[in-house]
Nanobody
Framework: QVQLVESGGGLVQAGGSLRVSCIAS????????MGWFRQAPGKERGFVAA????????RYEDSVKGRFTISRDNAKNTVYLQMNSLKPEDTAVYYC????????????????????WGQGTQVTVSS
């Protein structure tokens, strides 16, 4: 069983930056595709970014391209989401997730394809 714990959320002004982290335990981290999702009040959980096992490929939701960067450190069992130029509409609870799928494709944007989830960390961007 894999446990995921997010950290690094908080309150930031529009235009600012924040980095959220997710540390995994209980599994072989390098075997999982990792993703970040977010959920704002009254909205469904939506895809933000995903990264392959080695970090060689990434995918982003259109609204965060050029502003957010996903990365991972397999030696530290950690995945990161660096968020720059934050906007009020980025306000949400951010979740990391791990998938045991063996391929890479458009499926990475679907929450249903992920097997393990963290508890989430709140990111609030003030205007």
């Amino acid at each position: 069983q894999v446990q995921l714990v997010e950290s690094g959320g908080g309150l930031v002004q529009a235009g600012g930056s924040l980095r959220v982290s997710c540390i995994a335990s209980g599994g072989t981290f390098s075997r999982y595709i990792m993703g970040w999702f977010r959920q704002a009040p009254g909205k469904e959980r939506g895809f933000v970014a995903a990264i392959t096992w080695s970090g060689g490929s990434t995918r982003y939701e259109d609204s965060v391209k050029g502003r957010f960067t996903i990365s991972r450190d397999n030696a530290k069992n950690t995945v990161y989401l660096q968020m720059n130029s934050l906007k009020p509409e980025d306000t949400a609870v951010y979740y990391c997730a791990a998938s045991t799928n063996t391929g890479w494709g458009t499926w990475v944007t679907s929450p249903r394809q992920y097997d393990y989830w963290g508890q989430g960390t709140q990111v609030t961007v003030s205007s």
